[in-house]
Each structure stands twice: as C-alpha cells, then as structure tokens.
C-alpha cells in the first residue's frame, strides 16, 4: 500500500515538475533531460538588453558609456526601470502567445526568466501591475501583467485602478499615447501606497506613456519611490 502511493505519489509529482518546468527547449524543442525551459544554446540566444539609458532602459544602437536619455534628462515619476529583454523574437512571440492564447505553462516560464535576469538583491514593499480596463479584461479573460508579477514576485498588490476605457496604445503615435492614457488611472487605497517602495510592473514597455502615467499617480498618492519592471523594452 505504502509502496502504491510512494509511486502514485511519484508519479503525480513528475507531472507537475513537467507542467511547471517542460522537458522540452521552449525555443529549438530540443529533449532536456535536466528540464526546462530553455536550452543554453536558446537561453544564450535570448535577446538581451545590453546597452540603455540607466533610467528607462531605452535600447541604445550602441555600446555607450552610461548615460541618462534626453527624455529623462527632464525628470521621472519613477525612479528607475528594469527592462532585461528587447521586445524582439522569441521573447516578443512568447508575450503575444500568452496575451492571445492564454498559455499558463508559458507564463511560468517567462516569470522565471524575468526573475533570473533581475538584480536578486530588488527590494520593494509593493507589487503593483498596470491594470487592464474593464472591457479588455472581460474580452482576455485575465491580466498578462498581473499573472506575471504574481508568479515572478509572489505577491501582487492591486492598489491601481483603471478608471476609464482607452484604446489600445499600439494603434497611436507616441504624441498620442501619452494623451490617451492621462488621467487614465487612480490609486484605490491611499493608506496602502502611501511611503511605499512600489515595484509597477508591465510586459512590455514601448514609449513608456503608460507605465510612466501609473507612477505619476502613485508618487501623487505618497509612493516613496517607483521602480518599473517590465519582461521586455522596445
Ligand atoms: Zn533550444
Ligand atoms: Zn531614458
């Protein structure tokens, strides 16, 4: 009996092993007998953020030494973001695949890429996604942003609202977007935010119209200092 379950037991717990870690490379579907996600050939491959602005991670053609983009000379409401992928293939077709094709194994996989390439040293008091409007969310089911965070994080602290439906950024220009998202978003609760180390976190960061929105209204609402992070820059 006891020998029955220690296998049933065994059994069960190699299915989860190979539901939260498949055995097979996410990017060449190369066998891994040590598991995945990816293989080191792929995991080397992977589209690094190399060269950026110290502030928003905006992607530099070049090597430079460090150096503030001519967007943050003026100021932000955060005060750093950390951005370890460019939004380029494989990375960017993983995102898109969890978004549409709501790929739970996929969203383990990349929470656990986004932790690896984190400093580990990251403190905050609270993690905050960038919430989805009412109407995307009934539409999609769940929130890309938020089921990363609470996977990456372990914790997800939903103190952001969004307060009005807008379009998608990806359809505006970058003058657009950032009209389109003010005064977009509010904080629920005040006392939660107030002092608060903030951890925001979103996908993908493009012109920064969005994140940079949601940390004004945190700042506003007493947030002692924002850190963005995001799985992937454009
Ligand atoms: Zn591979
Ligand atoms: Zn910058």
Known sequence: ??????????????????????EYCLS????????????????????????????CARPYPEEAPPHPCGGCLSGRPFSRVLAPFLYEPPVSDWIKRLKFAEDLTLARVLS?????????????DLVVPVPLGRKRLLERGFNQSALLARLAFGRLDKVLLRTRETPPQSELSAAERHRNVRRAFSVKDETRVF???????????????????????????????????VLARA
């Open 112 to 124: 656990r890429l986004l932790r690896k390439h984190l400093p580990p040293d990251l403190s905050f």
């Open 28 to 55: 060449c579907g190369r066998y891994l007998p040590g598991g995945g996600p990816l293989c080191p050939e792929c995991e080397e491959k992977l589209p690094l953020n190399r060269n950026f602005c110290p502030v």
């Open 1 to 22: 009996m006891r020998s029955e379950l220690s296998s049933l037991f065994g059994r069960l717990s190699e299915k989860v092993l190979s539901f939260l870690f498949p």
């Open 195 to 229: 002092g608060k180390k903030v951890l925001l976190f979103d996908d993908v960061m493009t012109t920064g119209a969005t994140v940079e929105e949601c940390a004004r209204v945190l700042r506003t609402a007493g947030a002692r200092e924002v850190i963005v992070a």
